[in-house]
Every structure is written in structure tokens, then in C-alpha cells.
């Protein structure tokens, strides 16, 4: 039998716990899957019940969120329960969202950020969280492509917001959540006060949408990516929870920002569903010295950041920082280089774990806790997931041959695994081969099961963690008068893995500028019109000038 997966409801335990039965009940591999589940009520409030039945130790906080100036906040499963559930009544009463109304949610790391996640999941309202390095014009393709009928953010992006929001005919609501208030927006603060404690949770069923992610593909515009509760449960199995083995004495703190999926994964569902406190750390700016420094002051056991953030905390002397209760470092978004495990184990003593997951899939592949570590292997598939390797046709390869890193959908399409992209059948469909998913990552898998990323199989760039298409830089380019043509590629970065590296054929008016001031104006340029993430970072100094009589009258930024 699997062992009990304890951090669920007791009436729902069973479901999970039971070994391969021949029911009417939907399977994935050994497990039965429930027709409903709700993150909030089978999850948070079982770890509320837990606290009031002395079996969790409640001064443990479940979120405990600190910032730069000394603020503090510690809120344990009860406070978040009722916080979570003044959050629900606040977005169906005050904001008149009903279950399966879509909200857009653009926050900094605030504690606000996971009331509000959470009370999108009571209330059965689907999430569509994004990185505060939106633009107005993101924010517009967004709330465009979604339909959102409310979007939450606070007095920097409302900005933005305004400027687009009479184009957006169906959203209805804005809501606020700053210390200031806003014209034509409502104040979360000061509704969430008012709000009653008192909620009923949706019972979720299993094929509802919960959460949208964008995610950037080779061409055009970002997708959405839907998933179900099937994502947040997936957390709960026991074979997931093995990879990290948390327990409700551990503090996690995942250092990705909230827009995307490995935040929503690594501060919310992992932590919560093992009864564990999430960590977050406010910062302005990302300050590495800052992050050592957290890291020694406070009790955090684990911690999950991007490849890209281990690489510039290993520019400083780590050394000579003491983390005396981290036990556990991890790392997902982009593939870990075995220079930076090996330096990151000589100055912690601790090894780094990879995770690989992506938008579509969830934490898919991982090294988990106490297995071997094959130094530059990305892990083993945590099961029920099936990953292969396989040719065009959709075959699967043998141990050693390169080939497409891909997921087993048939006969089961994994409970976690994205339900398709909203609006967009074609891409859904081509997404598949056979019996598989396929991830557009290259790879390979050894005898053992491990699986060995060779990068990626498109022209999406993976820079420092993001996942970036080339036409969204392309198409921002387009928008300076400078630029006739450009074409965007990845560039190897010794610290971001790969940075954005942009090809620009100049107008004629342009030639004779200044070739510096020019890449830097339109690194800038980049930088107000997308998120800028994405912006075009080689350095002024290696600009070429190409002779103008050259047909291919081409510069490198
Ligand atoms: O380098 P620059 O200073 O020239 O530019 C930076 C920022 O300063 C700038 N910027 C940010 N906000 C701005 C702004 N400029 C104007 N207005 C604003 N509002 O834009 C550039 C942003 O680049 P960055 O985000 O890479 O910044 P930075 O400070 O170099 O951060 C380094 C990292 C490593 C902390 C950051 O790149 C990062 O967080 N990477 C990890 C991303 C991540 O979490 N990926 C996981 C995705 S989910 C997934 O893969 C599935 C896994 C299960």
C-alpha cells in the first residue's frame, strides 16, 4: 500500500493512499484521483485543524514575510485560514467574481499576494498570476487574450493598468492593494478588514480551471497555459513528497517571483501541503549580499532558486557566510552547471538538487532527496510521470540516444499536466506525438533513469531562468524607428546561461548614428515596450559597424 498521504483532508486520505484498484474512479499510475479537490479546504484547512488539535505547533508561522526595512509578518494555517477566507468574500462580494471568472494578479512579493492566491482558490475564481516586470502593452495582451474580468495590483502597475483598461471592455474590477487609494479602484486593504471571516469553499472538481500561466513559445505572443486542481493536488502524493521531504518544523523559502509557476509551486503547494512555513524575503532589487544574509539570520532548512541566482551568490565569498540550519538547496527554470555544484557544496557543505518542470507541467523530473546525484543530470521522472526520450515519430529511444525529452499522456494524461492552451487547439495538438507530450526540451536518459537535458529543441531562449520567444523581442524591436529588420538569438552567458543577443538591420536615416548610444537606446526601448527580462543585454562595447554598402547593413547589440 502507498504510504497515507497526511497533509489531506482524513476524509479524503483514502483516495490517494489506496493501491491500483479496478474502480470507476479516474487513475493516475497507482493512484485514484478524487472528482473534487480544493487546495484551500482539503489542504490549508486541514492544517488549521491540525494546529487547534495541538498536532502542528502553531507559532511555527505557515507564511512568515519579511522586507528590507524590518517589517514582519507571521501568519499561521488558523490566521491564514481566516485571512484567506476574508480574501474569497472580498473577490466575490466586493469585486462580484464568480467561480470560473478569471483574475489577473501583478503583485511584488507581498503577503497580500498569497491571500489573494488562495482566496482565488476558496472562491473557485481562476488565477492568472504575472511577473511585476509587466508592461502596460503585456498588460494589455494579457487582460486582452484572458478576458480578465478583474485585475489586482498595486499603485506602480495601476498605472500601466489605466492606460490600457478602456480597451478592455470586460474587465470590471480593479483592486488595489497599496496604503494609498486610487480613483476607479477598490482598496483591498481596507475591504479585507471589513470582509466576514465566514466562507463556504467551491468544491472544485478535477477538470475545472484553476490557475492560466503565460509562457512564451518560439513565435508569436505568450500562451496560456490552464491547469486544474490537478497541479495543486499533485502536490499532496506521496511519491511528490518524497522529493523534498518536507515536514511541518521546516521554512522554505523559493526565491522566484510570483509571476511564475516554480513560485506558485515552491512557495505555496509544496510548503502548505507538508504543513511547512513559506519564507519570503521582500527585496527592491535582487541583492545577492542580501539573500547570504537572510540566509545566515534566519531558520530557513530549505531553499529553491534559479540556476542563475546560485551563479551570482557564488560571485560572492559564500564561504564565509554560515547558514547553520539550511539542510536543503534546489533549483529548477534552467539547467544547473556542475561548476556551480561543485562550488556551491565546497562553501555550503550542501549539495544542490535539481527540479525540472516547465509552465505545461509542473515539478515533472527531480533529484530527489537521498538518491545519487549524477552531477549535470537534471534527476529521475517522480512517478506516476513517465518521461522518455523519443525520435519524431513519437518512438522511444534507448539509454544514451539524444532525442526529445517528453511526457507519457496515454492512457493517462497526467493529472498535473496542463489541460491545453486557452484558445489556441492547434498548438494543444501539436504539443503531442503519439502517446506523448512533448516538453521541446533535448535530452537524453541513462540506464539508471536519469535524465541528462541537452537544451532546447526551438528558438526559445532560457536566459537567467526565463523562457523567452524571440519574436516578443523581435516585435518590440520592430517598434523603433531604427530598426528595419531584426532577428533575436540566444548567446551563451557564463552567468545567465544564455542572454538575449539581437540582430539589427538599420533604417538608412540610422547608419551614421552613434553605434553605442544606439544599442543602448534600444536596449532601452526594449525595455519600456516588454517586460525587460527579455531585453537584448550583450554589451555596447562588442557593437560591430557593419560597412554600409554591405547588403546585410547589420549591427550586433
Ligand atoms: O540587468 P539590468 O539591471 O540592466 O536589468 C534588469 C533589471 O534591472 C531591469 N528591470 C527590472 N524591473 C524593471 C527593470 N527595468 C525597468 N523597469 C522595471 N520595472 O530589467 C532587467 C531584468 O532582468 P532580471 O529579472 O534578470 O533581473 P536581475 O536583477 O538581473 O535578476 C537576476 C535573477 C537571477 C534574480 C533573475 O534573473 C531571476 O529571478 N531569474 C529566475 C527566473 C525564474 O524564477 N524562473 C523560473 C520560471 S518557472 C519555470 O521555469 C518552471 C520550473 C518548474
Known sequence: PWPICGSLHPHRRHLLARPFSRTETPQWGDYEIPKEFNFASDVMDHWARMEKEGKRDPLIPALWWVNDKGDEVKWNFQ?????????????????????????????????????LTVGCIRAGVVLLPGTIQLTARDILYRLQSSKAKCIVTNETSALAVDSVASDCPQLKTKLLVSEKSLDGW???????????????CVKTKMQEPMTIFFTSGTTGTPKMVLHTPGLALRSCLPSTRQVLKLTSSDISWCLSDPGWILSFVAS?????????????????????????????????????????????????????????????????????????????????????????GQSETGLTCAVPRGIKIKKGSMGIAIPPFDMQIIDEKGNTLPPGIEGEMAIRIKPTRPICLFSGYVDNPEKTSSSERGDFYITGDRGTIDE?????????????????????????????????????????????????????????????EFRSHDPDKLAQ????????????????????????????SSPMATQKV
Request: net charge neutral; proline share 7%.
Open 186 to 200: 477598490l482598496d483591498f486593504k481596507t475591504l479585507l478588514k471589513a470582509a466576514s471571516v465566514d466562507h463556504t
Open 79 to 115: 490566521e491564514l485560514g481566516d485571512l484567506t477566507r476574508q480574501a474569497a468574500n472580498v473577490l466575490t462580494e466586493n469585486c462580484g467574481l464568480q467561480r470560473g471568472d478569471r483574475l489577473l494578479l501583478i503583485l511584488p512579493r507581498i503577503p497580500d499576494l498569497w491571500l
Open 521 to 548: 537606446e534600444l536596449q532601452q526601448h526594449v525595455k519600456k515596450i516588454t517586460a525587460p527580462y527579455k531585453y537584448p543585454r550583450k554589451h555596447p562595447n562588442i557593437l560591430g559597424v557593419y560597412p554600409e
Open 268 to 356: 505555496v503547494l509544496e510548503p502548505w501541503s507538508s504543513g511547512t512555513c513559506s519564507f519570503i524575503h521582500q527585496m527592491p532589487q535582487f541583492k545577492p549580499e542580501a539573500i547570504l544574509k537572510t540566509l545566515s539570520r534566519y531558520p530557513i532548512t530549505y531553499m529553491t532558486a534559479a540556476p542563475s541566482v546560485y551563479r551570482m551568490l557564488l560571485q560572492l565569498d559564500v564561504s564565509s557566510y554560515k547558514f547553520p540550519t539550511l539542510k536543503h538547496a534546489a533549483t529548477g527554470g534552467d539547467a544547473l552547471l556542475p561548476e556551480d555544484f561543485e562550488k556551491w557544496k565546497k562553501a555550503t557543505g550542501l549539495a544542490i538538487h535539481e527540479i525540472y
Open 448 to 508: 539508471d533513469g536519469y535524465i541528462w537535458y541537452l537544451g532546447r529543441d526551438d528558438d526559445i531562449i532560457k536566459a537567467s531562468g526565463y523562457r523567452i520567444g524571440p519574436s516578443e523581442v523581435e516585435n518590440a524591436l520592430a517598434e523603433h524607428p531604427a530598426v528595419a529588420e531584426s532577428a533575436v538569438v540566444g548567446s551563451q552567458d557564463p552567468l545567465r546561461g544564455e542572454v538575449v543577443k539581437a540582430f539589427v538591420v538599420l533604417t538608412p
